[in-house]
C-alpha cells in the first residue's frame, strides 16, 4: 500500500501543481462545465480542479488495475483495455462530482449523456496520447541503454527500478510506479539490471545505488532509506562492501 501510494502521490508532480494553480482558475473564468447552465466562478473552479484531479486519478487507477491482472501475460491489448477500465473509472465518479457540485450550487445537474460525453472525450484524449509516435531520438538511445530487466515489465513502464527482493521462486522489482513480480533466479535478475550501478544488501535483498537516500538505524540493526521511503535491512556480510564502497 505504501508502494502504491507513492506513486499516487507522483502523479502529482511540481508542473502538474503549478500548471493547475495557473490554468485552472483561467478554465473557471472562460468556461462554463455545460451548456444552459451558470455556476458561480467557485464553483467553476472546484468542477475544473476536479475533473483534473479525476483524470490524474482515473489514469493511475487504470495502469495500477492493469499492471495488477497482466503483468504476468504477453498481454498485446494493453491500449484498449486501459482505454476501457479508465472510462468505466472515470464515468461515475465524474458523474457523482458533478451531482454534488451542482447541487451545492442549486441546480439540476445534467443528465448521464451529457458526463458520458465528457468521459468519452477523455479516454480518447488518453488513447491518441498514448498512440502517438513521441519518442524522440534521445528517448530511443536511453531505452537501447536501459537494464535488459526493464523488458520483463508492461510495454508502458516509464519509471525506475529502485530494489529487487527474493520471493520464493520469484523477484519483486520495486519501481517509482509500483511493484511487479517476475519469475526469475535472484543472481540473473540483478544481472539484468547492468549497467545500472546497485549493491546487495542482504542475501534476499538488492538496491539501486541512486534509489538511496540515507541510513537508519533501529535495535542494533542498519538499513538503508530508499527514495520511495521503503527501508531495506543491511545484514553484517554485506555491510562493509556498502561502506568501502561509500554507498553507507
Not at 490554468?23 to 473557471?28: E, K, N
Not at 555491510?239 to 564502497?245: F, G, Q, R, T, Y
Given at each position: 500500500m505504501p508502494n502504491k501510494l507513492s506513486s499516487l502521490v507522483a502523479e502529482f508532480?511540481?508542473?502538474r501543481v503549478v500548471a493547475g494553480a495557473?490554468?485552472?482558475?483561467?478554465?473557471?473564468?472562460?468556461?462554463?462545465?455545460?451548456q444552459n447552465m451558470d455556476l458561480s466562478f467557485s464553483l467553476r473552479l472546484i468542477f475544473w480542479t476536479g475533473v483534473t484531479a479525476l483524470a490524474l486519478g482515473v489514469t493511475w487507477a487504470a495502469r495500477q488495475?492493469?499492471?495488477?491482472?497482466?503483468?504476468?501475460?504477453?498481454?498485446?491489448?494493453?491500449?484498449?483495455?486501459?482505454?476501457?477500465?479508465?472510462?468505466?473509472?472515470?464515468v461515475p465518479s465524474l458523474w457523482l462530482m458533478t451531482l454534488l457540485v451542482f447541487s451545492a450550487g442549486g441546480q439540476q445537474a445534467p443528465d448521464v449523456l451529457s458526463v458520458v460525453s465528457y468521459g468519452a472525450l477523455f479516454t480518447t484524449g488518453l488513447l491518441i496520447i498514448r498512440r502517438a509516435p513521441v519518442q524522440s531520438a534521445t528517448d530511443h538511445d536511453i531505452s537501447r541503454f536501459a537494464p535488459r530487466l526493464y523488458r520483463?515489465?508492461?510495454?508502458?513502464?516509464?519509471?525506475?527500478v529502485l530494489r529487487l527482493a527474493v520471493r520464493d521462486h520469484s523477484v519483486d522489482v520495486v519501481t517509482t510506479e509500483g511493484l511487479f513480480t517476475i519469475r526469475s533466479r535472484f543472481t540473473d535478475a540483478i544481472a539484468e539490471m547492468e549497467p545500472e550501478r546497485g549493491h546487495c544488501t542482504h542475501r534476499s535483498h538488492w538496491v539501486v545505488d541512486a534509489a538511496v537516500t540515507g541510513i537508519e538505524k533501529s535495535h542494533g540493526k542498519t538499513f538503508l532509506r530508499l527514495t520511495n521511503g521503503e527501508l531495506v535491512?543491511?545484514?553484517?556480510?554485506?555491510?562493509?562492501?556498502?561502506?568501502?564502497?561509500?554507498?553507507?
Open positions: 508532480t511540481m508542473r495557473i490554468f485552472l482558475p483561467l478554465m473557471a473564468i472562460a468556461f462554463q462545465p455545460f488495475l492493469l499492471k495488477k491482472w497482466f503483468a504476468e501475460t504477453s498481454f498485446t491489448g494493453w491500449d484498449l483495455a486501459f482505454t476501457f477500465v479508465a472510462f468505466a473509472l472515470f520483463r515489465l508492461p510495454q508502458e513502464f516509464t519509471g525506475q535491512p543491511v545484514s553484517r556480510k554485506y555491510k562493509p562492501i556498502l561502506e568501502k564502497d561509500g554507498v553507507i
